[in-house]
């Protein structure tokens, strides 16, 4: 199986920008479905962008319009751009996979994904 390193977190003010990133090691990254999930103090852990094998994307409503996630299968390596950021966007960006082609609408069950990463800190501050 994949391990997932994240990077790329820190800190901005509000409505800047921010890219995460993470690497998935191992062979075969481009049949992997591709997820980042993040998690804020004392709330669950929630989908917030999804990358299907075939590059096809979903978001949370909640940052539609504001997150791009893509993917470079050369390098493994999956991105989540974030713009217009605001404090409630404050979490633990996760990365997550899951072996294979995924196309039920269900994406954000953390149950799917086998590979987690260890999470990478995103401050905002007003």
């Known amino acids: 199986g994949g391990k997932v390193v994240e990077s790329g977190g820190g800190s901005v003010q509000a409505g800047g920008s921010l890219r995460v990133s993470c690497v998935v090691s191992?062979?075969?990254?481009?049949?992997?479905?591709m997820a980042w999930f993040r998690q804020a103090p004392g709330k669950e852990r929630e989908g917030v962008a999804f990358?299907?094998?075939?590059?096809?994307?979903t978001y949370a409503h909640s940052v539609k319009g504001r997150f791009i996630v893509s993917r470079d299968n050369a390098r493994n390596t999956l991105y989540l751009q974030m713009n217009s950021l605001s404090p409630e966007d404050t979490a633990i960006y996760y990365c997550a996979a899951r072996w294979g082609p995924y196309y039920a609408v269900d994406w954000n069950r953390t149950t799917l994904y086998s590979y987690w990463g260890q999470g990478t800190q995103v401050t905002v501050s007003s």
């Open positions: 990358i299907r094998t075939d590059a096809v994307t």
């Open positions: 191992g062979y075969g990254y481009d049949s992997y479905s």
